[in-house]
Every structure is written in structure tokens, then in C-alpha cells.
């Protein structure tokens, strides 16, 4: 279930709980550090983010210890294969030590549920439909674009 929190100085926050360690969410902030993200990050216990967002690189609030990495990929394209592997082996190495991860890119549609998706395949054993289903079962407005199929499909053959 999405779970919108938004605040009248232009921070928005929304998430969704795709499994109890991984979260799948946006970063619609304007700008600069988020302090909502520091809020909404303790409550929910997230000690990993993972930015797919070329459009921005925004840091992680500095009160909170977080692992952040950011794997930039254009809004409507795909990750690339090795996006794909970095980012599916650092969810699977954070959610095997007990952490919770936030993934997220500007509106948590696409891109993000392509490498939750890949993780899913290939760590956990779904098959890509099953994955798919998850997702958009937890994020409703979660879609897969064309091209991000096609680098999915790509990268659960190998």
C-alpha cells in the first residue's frame, strides 16, 4: 500500500513495502538534503539507499548512519547490466544482514521496480512475471518500460 507523506515546504515522501527489507519509494524533495528522508528513514529503520535518479544526486541526511549508493540511469531507460548486478548484489548483501533498503529513483514507477525486479529473479528465484506481479501488487502505479523489459530479460538469461 503506498504510503504518501508530504509536508507544505515542498518535501514529499511515498513508499511502498515491497518485502519487510525492501522498500521502493520516490524523491520528489526540491533540493539539498531532505529532512523528511531523516524522519521517515529512523521510523522505518532504512540503513541502505540505493538513488537510480540521474536527474539527481541527492545525498543522504547526514544524521543517520546510511549506506547510499547512487547507480544514475535517464528517466525511461534501463539500468545497464552492470547497474543490474551492483545494485541487485547490494540489496542481496544488505537484506542478508538483517537491513532494510530503501530504492528509489523520482517517482519509484519504473526504474526502481526494474532492479527490485532483477533482485527478485535472481536472488530469491521468482520467475520475472512473479516478480512483476509483486511489485505492482504493493506499488499500483509501479510500470516497466520497454526498454527496461528488454535489459531485464537480458540480464536473468545470463
Request: charged share 25%; hydrophobic share 35%; proline share 4%.
Amino acid at each position: 500500500m503506498k504510503e504518501p507523506k508530504g509536508r507544505n515546504d515542498g518535501h514529499i515522501f511515498d513508499y511502498s513495502h515491497i518485502t519487510d527489507k525492501i522498500i521502493i519509494g520516490s524523491d520528489l524533495c526540491k533540493g539539498g538534503v531532505c529532512l523528511i528522508h531523516s524522519e521517515e528513514f529512523k521510523k522505518l529503520g532504512v540503513s541502505v539507499e540505493i538513488n537510480l535518479s540521474a536527474e539527481n544526486n541527492e545525498l543522504p541526511p547526514k544524521d543517520i548512519e546510511i549506506g547510499y549508493v547512487w547507480l544514475p540511469v535517464v528517466d525511461g531507460y534501463a539500468p545497464s547490466q552492470e547497474q543490474l548486478e551492483m545494485g541487485t548484489c547490494l540489496i542481496d548483501t544488505a537484506v542478508n544482514m538483517g537491513k532494510t533498503v530503501f530504492v528509489h529513483c523520482k517517482n519509484g514507477h519504473a526504474r526502481s521496480p526494474t532492479l527490485v525486479a532483477a533482485y527478485l529473479v535472481k536472488y530469491k528465484g521468482m520467475n520475472l512475471d512473479d516478480a512483476f506481479k509483486l511489485i505492482k501488487e504493493k506499488r499500483p502505479e509501479s510500470h516497466i518500460e520497454q526498454s527496461q523489459g528488454v535489459a531485464l530479460k537480458e540480464f536473468i538469461s545470463k
